[in-house]
């Protein structure tokens, strides 16, 4: 799991609700125009205007070999369409040669007053994530750790045909995941993304803490240095950060005395390393 991908997707999210004509239609990996209703029909909730987040491949190339925690670069797409009912008609598969009319929920072909409001709703995505004011935009930015490629791209479907939907692409090295809280300082935008969900909904909250409890809140510090460089214990042991072989609280103890070596001098013994 990717806490950071989770972070960027809830930011993104919160930077674009209410300040579209999508409203307050923004969804974190789902299209939640389209709806079921009672009898479990599909329905077009609102003016069936959506906007939905969603988080793809990413690809990371860490500097230290075995360091698992860079998530490497990102994209990040922001589809937004329209939704309505439509007549479709196939084939009956119990009745071949026979037509089967239903009506479905959708995305339909596009159309002058379509390709409108797509423009229009495209330029206030950016507008709204560029926003110095922004809370959440700031922070879905300073997620990323370089500059953020943009591509727009139109949707179509399975034939080829432009249906009323685009596509925001976002790409760029995402920042690593934190470890421990000890990561985590108050003004850090990972930190600021938890305390905005916080301050959200009860789901926002779950998550939340959900993402807290994959921060390990004590650690010691060759654990981190294990995490962070993804070192074995044997490599951690050989530059002297592991805990000593067969600790059962596996805690390194504190040193209190060293002898070091001196050439032409001889062994000299350190017993106060704190005068170091």
Not at 59 to 82: K, T
Request: aromatic share 4%; with cysteine.
């Amino acid at each position: 799991m990717s806490l950071c991908r989770i972070a960027v997707r809830k930011a993104c999210v919160l930077a674009l609700k209410g300040r579209t004509l999508a409203g307050d239609n923004v969804l974190d990996s789902e299209i939640g125009a389209v709806d079921t209703d009672k009898e479990g029909n599909l329905s077009v909730s609102g003016e069936g205007r959506f906007i939905a987040v969603y988080t793809d491949q990413a690809q990371g190339d860490p500097d230290m070999p075995g360091a698992l925690y860079e998530n490497g670069e990102l994209l990040v797409r922001i589809e937004f369409g329209i939704t309505e009912r439509m007549v479709v008609e196939e084939e009956d598969p119990d009745n071949p040669g026979e037509m089967i009319r239903s009506v479905v929920s959708g995305i339909p072909f596009t159309s002058a007053a379509a390709e409108t409001y797509l423009d229009l709703v495209g330029r206030q995505v950016i507008s709204a994530l560029s926003h110095p004011e922004n809370e959440a935009a700031d922070v879905f930015r300073g997620l990323f750790q370089s500059d953020v490629r943009i591509d727009r791209r139109r949707e179509s479907d399975d034939k080829g045909q432009a249906v009323a939907a685009q596509q925001i692409a976002l790409t760029g090295a995402l920042l690593p995941d934190p470890i421990g809280l000890d990561d985590v300082p108050a003004e850090a935008p990972f930190a600021r993304l938890l305390a905005l969900l916080d301050a959200g909904t009860g789901d926002d909250q779950r998550i939340a803490a959900l993402m807290r409890d994959e921060l390990k809140a004590v650690t010691e510090p060759w654990e981190l240095a294990q995490e962070r460089l993804g070192r074995t214990m044997r490599e951690l042991l050989g530059v002297g950060l592991g805990p000593i072989a067969g600790d059962v609280d596996r805690e390194a103890p504190e040193m209190t005395e060293a002898v070091f070596d001196i050439p032409g001098h001889g062994e000299a013994v350190l017993a106060e390393p704190s005068n170091v």
